[in-house]
């Protein structure tokens, strides 16, 4: 469960930004190969909010596929699934453009 | 009562606050001259019976020290004890969020505790997870992973951020292969799939298989300092 440990560290991040502002809402970037479950995600995130500038906000996720350039054939992809292969030649040897994000984009703030 | 909301565009990675953490934690292990290895597999293939032959071995001619991250237990450093080596037990946090992984934070909590400057070689042995450790650096200069070969071949495929992360691979409890359906080419080729040209060593910490090279690959990393 890294759901939970990347739950606290956002609501971090969003209660820092916050500048003392209650939080509406945080919007995520979420990688696919992160390996984030949505569900857990929003399940510690409401958990770990509670008592904090940010309790009761929505969280919005954005979730990013990943992509990736087959460093054998050189065709771009995107990695719908894992394991992550090259749909020219099936090759498994790729490298990442994509997919790996982990961020908080934006967050909204009641206005003081 | 009427309230507007206003955006606030923030752009912070999730895991920027623990990289920091680890950063600092590479600065006091590169001051104390102490090389680290994160090491790290999915529960049970072996990470503290490898260490157990490991120490028998080079105890006495490096200085080794072991810092274990286990989940509310001290059984892993209870059967270290034995090697009166510098070892000290972080209990992973059993609240929220930190019960599967070892963190920058957590891994900063037991240095106090190790003599560094005593210390070459500092082995810390992670949560058995193949998921959660790969996200969170601790300071370490490689990371070292286990894998044992009751795990199945598609595992790389399955769990590609932390075989792709890792430096060494130890393939473990190569001495059940004769007991197994399990195609050792296909994990390596699937494998090298995910880290290109990745070292592995075949080891048993049954029958001592591989644990030779180990060692020598442990002494390695001294000379290149
Ligand atoms: N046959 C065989 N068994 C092994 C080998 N290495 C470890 N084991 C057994 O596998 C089990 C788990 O080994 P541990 O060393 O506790 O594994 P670990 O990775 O430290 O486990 P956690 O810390 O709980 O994640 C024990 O029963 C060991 O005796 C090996 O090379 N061959
Ligand atoms: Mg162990
Ligand atoms: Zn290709």
Known sequence: MH???IAESVVRIASRQADGRRVTKVQMKVGYLRQVVPSA??????LVAEGTPVEGAELQMEQVPAEGRCRGCGVENKLGSLPLQCGGCGGFDLEILKGEELMVES?????? | MHRTAVKKVVLENVLDANDTLARANRDVFDRAETYTINMMSSPGAGKTALLERTLERLRGEL????????VQTTLDADRLARFHIPLVQVNTDPGFGGECHLDANMVRSGLGELP???IDILIIENVGNL????????GEDVRVMVYSV???EEKPLKYPLMFRSADLVLVNKVDLLEHLDFDLEQFLGNLDAVNPGVRTVLTSARTGQGIGEWCGWLRQRLENV
């Open chain 1, 3 to 5: 759901e939970l440990a």
């Open chain 1, 41 to 46: 995600l929003t399940f510690g995130f409401g």
């Open chain 1, 107 to 112: 967050l909204e703030l009641e206005e003081a």
């Open chain 2, 63 to 70: 200085r080794l020290g072991v810092l274990e991250g286990d």
């Open chain 2, 116 to 118: 560094l400057d005593d």
């Open chain 2, 131 to 138: 998921v959660c450790p790969a996200e969170f650096r601790v």
């Open chain 2, 150 to 152: 009751t795990e199945g």
